[in-house]
């Protein structure tokens, strides 16, 4: 039985940047089975959908290839499972370390509410905030890097999208929308995707104004889920530091703290009447 208040820390892992670990393994195997056949990597870049320059970035692990490459290069190749058998491994290694158990967990969630102070929702990010979010990290990230980072959380984004829709629900502070992270007009592309996703029925977001005396919600952001086995799972991530909390009381707590955060929130339909005043102000 876990202690109240214990958590389960994202381990380290040899592959925490793309380039290392399962990536680099993955590369070295790719190329391995395409110089087997005998196959050039222009000629092979045609067999499977590819450009040859995708094909190098693949074997030298510097982009992390996604899982319909996998497979369809594992059956071009006759690599009789082996590429396929690291599919697994190498969408994990597409995310920082500290992240990657909670992406697995997201992605089967049934039900999943969160709390944001400083950013917009990697789920909710269009891509040219996303890229902005990650061209201001510190210490600062290479190019191929941000756009792994890009791409797995864009990817993330499929949940909107599942054949059994989630329950979602954000509660977004106001000064996170007045902050043009990326520059005005890419801010105001932002605040429309937030107003289309939050016309979804199974989406609400509510914003937290900052006029707002009374607030639940002062120390810090975390996310709550529910999984398909009724599994409650709390998330709190700082700097690169993150903890998936799964004592019921802990989880219990911050679930009566969202509540109260929700309550003392903007309503769903406010909410979206404050973006669109937004809108009209940029």
Do not use: C, W
């Not at 040859?52 to 071009?76: L, N, T």
């Not at 697994?88 to 102070?117: G, I, K």
């Not at 980072?149 to 929308?177: D, K």
């Amino acid at each position: 039985m876990e202690p109240p208040g214990a958590a389960e820390p994202a381990g380290k892992r040899p592959e925490d940047e793309p380039g290392q670990g399962v990536v680099t393994a993955f590369g070295r195997q790719l190329k391995l089975f395409r110089t087997r056949a005998g196959l050039g990597r222009p000629e092979f870049g045609k067999l499977v959908g590819y450009a040859a320059q995708s094909i190098a970035s693949f074997e030298q692990g510097r982009r992390i290839p996604p899982p319909r490459f996998i497979d369809r290069a594992d059956e071009v190749l006759d690599a009789g499972g082996v590429l396929k058998a690291l599919k697994d491994e190498v969408a994990r290694a597409q995310y920082p370390a500290f992240f990657r158990d909670m992406a697995r967990l997201e992605a089967e969630a049934v039900e999943l509410h969160v709390y944001d102070t400083h950013v917009i929702n990697g789920l909710l990010q269009t891509e040219e905030y996303a890229r902005a979010v990650f061209r201001m990290r510190r210490p600062l990230l290479d190019e191929d890097t941000i756009e792994h980072r890009v791409s797995a959380r864009l990817g993330r984004q499929a949940i909107f999208s599942r054949r059994r829709l989630p329950t979602l629900s954000f509660v977004i502070e106001e000064s996170v929308l007045t902050r043009p992270i990326g520059g005005r007009e890419g801010m105001r592309g932002q605040l429309e995707q937030l107003l289309l996703h939050g016309q979804r029925r199974n989406v609400e977001i509510q914003v937290m104004p900052n006029e707002r005396e009374e607030h639940s919600g002062l120390a810090g952001p975390f996310t709550l889920m529910e999984t398909a086995k009724g599994r409650r799972i709390a998330y709190v991530e700082v700097q690169k530091d993150s903890r998936l909390y799964t004592d019921r009381e802990t989880v219990r707590e911050m679930e009566a703290q969202y509540g109260i955060l929700r309550a003392q929130a903007l309503t769903p339909r406010e909410s979206l009447t404050f973006f669109e005043k937004l809108l009209g102000e940029r």
